[in-house]
């Protein structure tokens, strides 16, 4: 399980070093794709596969379905990470998610995400003011 938050830097050769704490998640390899909510989100390999798996199922008559196979599929790198625990960013990543220097690497239960850091602490400001309502409206929701 991947958790927690952690300041890291992006270095001149777009790499990023993995938290500690994360790195035998992603011995198997990292599969970095763009995000849906202005992130970079990185899957194990297995947990690529399932996401993987899930995106391929979808109707490939639909023109929705299609967009997000593209989204999915077509920016996605793999990377194994290196000795000292660094993975590979590629620029267009970096700049679909606006990604420069400075990010948080975020664990999400089965996946990370890399954000821009000054974006990283607004989106913690928005969970704090929403986490309460949305956490009363699944318990409604559940009676």
């Known amino acids: ?10 270095d001149d050769k777009n790499r990023l070093t993995l938290p500690a704490k994360f790195r035998d998640d992603f011995a198997d390899g990292a599969y970095v794709t763009p995000g849906l ?3 970079l989100d990185v899957y194990s390999a297995a947990e690529f596969e399932r996401r993987a798996q899930r995106v391929r199922s979808l109707d490939p008559l639909s023109r929705e379905s299609r967009l997000m196979q593209r989204y999915f599929f077509a920016s996605a790198s793999a990377d194994a990470p290196d000795k000292q625990g660094r993975i590979m960013l590629p620029s267009a990543l970096l ?12 664990g999400v239960y089965d ?7 000054a974006t990283w602490r607004a989106q913690l400001q928005e969970m704090g ?14 009676d």
């Open 95 to 106: 700049d679909a998610a606006k990604l420069a220097r400075e990010v948080v690497v975020a």
């Open 1 to 10: 399980m991947l958790l927690g938050h952690f300041d890291h830097t992006i």
């Open 37 to 39: 909510d202005g992130c």
């Open 111 to 117: 996946h990370v995400e890399i954000w821009d850091r």
């Open 129 to 142: 003011g929403t986490a309460e309502h949305v956490a009363e409206r699944l318990a409604a929701n559940r």
